[in-house]
């Protein structure tokens, strides 16, 4: 098997395990849910100001109506795990990776995984040009870069030829939120947590970020910065 066709059977596992998270249709955090309106929504805006996309919508329950007051919608369960941690380690007393319901007013965020960290890797691009890394995995070494739209294998031994893109759609940055790395969205004001991680690299509005154990492409949707209550 050519180094090549190695490195695309490794990239294909690694999606393998975002499409099995996907399937469940996403994930938020709830961090509480409560019977006054004005409570919840000044919940939802305390952490909005801290960074975190959060939303409020109503449930009923033993024919009582609630407020839920939720953060974003990840389509990899791992993700919203990541950022209940940060609310944990923040100003929020609860925080429970919840799966993202069906009537929520914000869509989810998705996570795709690029490659999990093999032994030796780096970045190949620089301003102005798609991201793309240099990987090895048990001594075959592969190039992945990220388009716009998908992950790809680039076919060929040598080191690929830089793909000029546009200038980048949305102002991410790389900032830190309850002492995590985090991706930010400067459009509005305040930021919004985008995805956690860090910030290494972005092509349109796909952030590409160092993630735990992964280099993540982290795409969010149009309603992700509407300011949403």
Do not use: K
């Not at 992950?151 to 759609?169: D, S």
């Not at 995590?180 to 930021?191: I, K, L, Q, W």
């Not at 995805?195 to 992700?224: E, K, S």
């Amino acid at each position: 098997m050519t180094a090549a066709l190695r490195v695309a059977a490794w990239l294909l596992a690694s999606w393998l395990i975002v499409v099995a998270a996907a399937q469940d249709g996403g994930w938020a955090v709830q961090t509480v849910a409560l019977r006054d309106l004005r409570e919840a929504q000044e919940t939802a805006a305390a952490l909005r100001d801290a960074g975190f996309p959060a939303f409020t919508e109503f449930t009923m329950s033993n024919g009582l109506q609630y407020v839920r007051v939720r953060v974003g919608c990840w389509s990899a369960r791992e993700g919203a795990e990541a950022v209940a941690g940060l609310l944990l380690a923040g100003d929020a007393r609860e925080a429970v990776v919840v799966p993202h319901s069906p009537e929520s007013p914000r869509a989810c965020v998705e996570l795709d995984v690029g490659f999990l960290m093999p032994t030796s890797w780096a970045p190949l691009f620089g301003p102005g040009e798609a991201p793309t890394f240099r990987v090895e995995l048990a001594g075959h070494v592969g190039h992945i870069r990220h388009d716009g739209e998908r992950w790809m294998v680039l076919q060929g031994e040598g080191v690929p030829t830089p793909l000029r893109v546009p200038a980048p759609t949305r102002p991410y940055r790389d900032g830190e939120i309850a002492g995590g790395a985090a991706v930010f969205d400067d459009r509005d004001e305040p930021s919004v947590l985008v995805c956690p991680g860090r910030l290494i690299g972005q092509i349109g509005v796909v952030a590409i970020a160092v993630w735990a154990d992964a280099v993540v492409a982290c795409r969010p949707p149009d309603a992700f910065t509407r300011g949403l209550p």
